[in-house]
């Protein structure tokens, strides 16, 4: 089975594959960030019964996935799109 991925050799000379694998890493890696502290929030807001603030990590932990998901699905969208692009 072949990983799925971007083939950044048909934009050559331009750079873009360290530009938007850059910019997935740094939205990965905030994603990431967002999802522990929302879920830290979230068990110790839970823990004190404060509900006001158990429904704002709650929030940011939806958040959180979502952008990640969003962030795998443009990798997986933009590799479909440069390979329709090869095929034209």
């Known amino acids: 089975m072949t990983p799925i991925g971007p083939d ?10 360290e530009v938007v694998g850059a910019l997935l890493t740094y939205t990965l890696l905030t994603a990431v960030a967002t999802l522990i502290g929302s879920g830290l929030t979230w068990a110790v807001a839970a ?3 404060s509900w ?6 709650r929030t940011g ?3 959180a996935l979502g952008g990640a998901v969003l962030a795998g699905g443009t990798l997986a ?12």
Do not use: C, R, Y
């Open 47 to 49: 823990s004190l019964g």
């Open 61 to 63: 932990v939806l958040v």
């Open 8 to 17: 950044f050799a048909a934009v050559t000379g331009s750079g873009f594959g």
């Open 77 to 88: 969208w933009g590799g479909w799109l440069l390979d329709l692009g090869n095929q034209l």
């Open 52 to 57: 006001q603030i158990v429904a704002k990590a």
